[in-house]
């Protein structure tokens, strides 16, 4: 199927929507994830429009998972969690609701359960206070 470039992540990358950014680089962004399933759920996404990945170049592979495990070692930093999840839908069928390729980054502290995928909007000033305590962990 064609890459829809209306789709929310598109936007973002064109500056028409916003979101709460935690790092960027040539090839790829991480913001706020805004319904997240933790406190501090971060996702990555690469610059270059693909839907999943495996629509993605092997470039942009890389740079994304470059990026995901930097983006996880700040999040555990600052969240001081023992866990962290990354998850990675490729597909409806797979559960993926965006489509533009992302990797999730998902605080997992022992003994707790992670919220439903996509469910509860987070508020914007507490994204943000996290997203600044994420940033200010990024080496
Ligand atoms: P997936 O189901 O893997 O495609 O995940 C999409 C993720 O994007 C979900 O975790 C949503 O909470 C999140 N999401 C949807 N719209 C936005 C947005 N505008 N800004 C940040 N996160 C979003």
Redesign the pocket.
Known sequence: MAYDTNN?FAK?LRGE?S?ISVYEDDKTLA?????P?AEGHV?IVPKEAAENLLDLSEAGAQACILTTRRIALAVKKALGVEGIHV?Q?NGAAA????PHC?F?VIPHATGTVLRM??AVRAPDDELKVLAQRIKACLA
């Open positions: 929310i973002i929507a979101c913001f706020m994830d805004l319904m399933q996702l998850a839908l559960g993926q609701t965006v992302h999730h995928h996509a």
